[in-house]
């Protein structure tokens, strides 16, 4: 049998594949045998599944948290180190700040400014990836949870903007590494697709 191939690719996901009656719990299991690409691979394919008739930003983003903790959890470390997975959106009531949206991992901070720490750092100007191998060493990290020690930060984009940031932490440093950035880009590139923000 052939590997599956390790590229990631959003075109290659089905938004319109059939849906149980109710999404399944099992969608959160991933072997423990997979690789990085393969397992990420079968996030977007479940996470297709789950927003082809969800439009939603919050239940989309909250089943995404969810996964990826999951999968992340599943694999080998530093990935198995994971210890936060969420989301911050684009306040309504203050177009300056990110505000805490769903999340697995402990108590978050409940604001941060765009442009201040890593995930304003990801929202602000043209919105793009921030990968922090350690966290000690970026100049205004902010510490929600002072057991992060490398984060990644992927912007979320609709109708042309940033709307939010997709945050990962992990309590190693350089726990992140070029297959995470491509398989967060594209779950973030799906969720700016699928969601009404």
Known sequence: ???PSPSIRLDDI???LPLPQQPHADAASFSPSLSKPTAFNQLLTSLGTLVADQR???ANTANTASLLWHMYHSLPAPSASVNWSGFYVLDPKDSTQL???PFMGKVA???IRIGKGVCGAAADG???TVLVKDVERFPG??????D???EIVVPIRAGGKVVGVMDVDCAEVEGFDDEDQEGLEAIAELLGQSCDW
Not at 141 to 146: F, L, M, V
């Open 1 to 3: 049998m052939a590997s």
């Open 14 to 16: 089905a938004l319109t």
């Open 56 to 58: 939603n930003w919050v």
């Open 99 to 101: 505000i805490l949206g």
């Open 109 to 111: 901070c409940q604001t």
């Open 126 to 128: 043209d919105g793009r």
């Open 141 to 146: 990290h902010i510490a929600c949870d002072g």
């Open 148 to 150: 992060s020690r490398s």
